[in-house]
């Protein structure tokens, strides 16, 4: 069915950080309509699509007027009468009315939403949930792994450790409902865990608690012992999963651990990190070292990329040439894929082709600053991507993104959702 774009409309709302974003609806001459919110990173990568922010003493600066008149203006008027169903063509007009390589004329914020608004109202055009309308037919489809925060630091925790996220994959779960059900009762004996400790501090950006360590080691040594509280074999049953978000701590082959307060070489990180895998039952590292440091990403993967998920955020920025690149060293073995660090689905989508081509593993995530929006669950099950990361198991803008998987696991008809096939994961080798 035809179905042309009518309006483009750009507003301001806001997102779980109390600071202003762009939600777009899109509007279509069918009478149907898509909505999307942009979401922000904190621990930006330095090649990502920027958002467009006013600058200024208003909200801090982080007010996006300028982009949302983007929206309502160039971008509203150059969609309009385009077919909805073709988003290739609509994301290349707008990245060639930004032309610029990282967005920074009509903002990231600003075409990220617009293009994810556009999925939106084409799968309403077509009367498909949007995991349905993006999915390929002849494939089964499945629910991703969740891989959810437990304990924050790095920038979404006031540095307090070093490591941006402790997370927990339930890689011994049936269901995508049983890997929920499972850490739930994880996170729920931690917080008991670090209350009793008289370690808790507060809650961090993305819902993780925020304790008082005194050493990264402690925060592993916590989580492993929150595992087994919650009655389940650390490794086998839940397994442990850290975003080292280096880049946020270090440049030029030179790292600042504040925590556990000493400097290391690229080579001290990563055998620091190898002595982790010695001693803790951890299947995936993201970003062990800086975006900058892809030699010493290449020398870590070389030594440990056949057991874990080498994940490469800052490094790879969701890009496919970058990717490719990545590849040319074998600099890491899985790409995250964000929407808002390419700027569309589409540029997204490469990155994630590309991947594939590389023979790596992939997983859609969500930033440390977020909203009730819940495109990116339905990229990873129309896409077919096997993990997911939204953050913790608390504060609703996560929680919508995790019950959102277990509507569509109720709709695909299985008992708790069947979960995405782990043999090629290199944890389960
Ligand atoms: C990351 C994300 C999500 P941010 O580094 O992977 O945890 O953080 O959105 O701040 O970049
Ligand atoms: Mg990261």
């Known amino acids: 069915m035809s179905s042309k774009i009518k309006t483009v409309h750009g507003r301001r709302v806001w997102d779980s950080r109390g600071r202003p974003t762009v939600e777009v609806d899109v509007h279509l001459d069918c009478g149907n309509f898509g909505r999307a919110i942009a979401p922000a990173g904190a621990s930006t990568g330095s090649a990502e699509a920027v958002d467009k922010r006013d600058g200024g003493t208003i909200f801090g600066g982080y007010d996006v007027t300028g982009a ?34 990282n967005k920074n004329r009509l903002g990231g914020n600003a075409l990220v939403a617009t293009s994810m608004a556009v999925a939106h109202a084409a799968a309403a055009a077509e009367n498909l949930p949007l995991w349905q309308y993006l999915a390929n037919p002849h494939e089964t489809p499945f629910l991703p792994l969740p891989e959810i925060q437990i304990f924050g630091g790095g920038a979404h925790a006031g540095r307090r450790v070093d490591v941006q996220d402790f997370m927990v994959i339930a890689v011994g779960a049936d269901s995508y409902a049983q890997s929920l059900e499972w850490t739930a009762d994880v996170y729920r004996f931690a917080g008991q865990l670090m209350s009793d400790a008289g370690l808790m ?7 993780g608690y925020w304790p008082a360590f005194s050493s990264n080691d402690q925060a592993l040594e916590f989580l492993v012992r929150a595992i087994e509280a919650a009655g389940f074999v650390a490794g086998q049953d839940v397994a442990i999963s850290l975003d080292i978000a280096a880049t946020d701590f270090g440049s030029n082959g030179r790292y600042h651990l504040s925590a556990d307060d000493k400097e290391v070489d690229s080579d001290g990180l990563s055998e620091m990190l190898l002595g982790w895998l010695q001693r803790y039952p951890i299947v995936a590292i993201e970003d062990p070292l800086g975006e900058d440091d892809a030699d010493a990403m290449a020398r870590f993967t070389a030594a440990a990329g056949d057991k874990i998920e080498i994940v490469a955020d800052d490094f790879i920025c969701t890009s496919a040439q970058r990717i490719a690149s990545a590849k040319s060293i074998n600099a890491c073995n899985t790409a995250l894929i964000k929407p808002n660090q390419a700027g569309t689905l589409s540029e997204s989508k490469a990155a994630l082709e590309a991947s594939r081509a590389a023979g790596w593993q992939a997983l859609v995530s969500a930033r440390s600053g977020e909203s009730e929006d819940t495109t990116i669950v339905h990229l990873a099950v129309g896409w077919g991507v096997k993990q997911l990361k939204v953050g913790s198991f608390a504060r609703s803008e996560r929680m919508a993104k995790w019950n959102e998987g277990l509507r569509i696991a109720e709709t695909l008809g299985q008992d ?14």
């Open 68 to 101: 949302i008149n983007a929206v309502n203006g160039v971008i509203g008027s150059t969609l309009a009468g385009m077919e909805v169903t073709e988003q290739g063509q609509i994301d290349q007009a707008m990245i060639d009315l930004d032309g610029t390589p």
């Open 201 to 207: 501090q507060g809650v961090a950006d993305e819902g």
């Open 416 to 429: 708790g959702g069947r979960l995405a096939p782990r043999s090629s994961f290199p944890w389960a080798k």
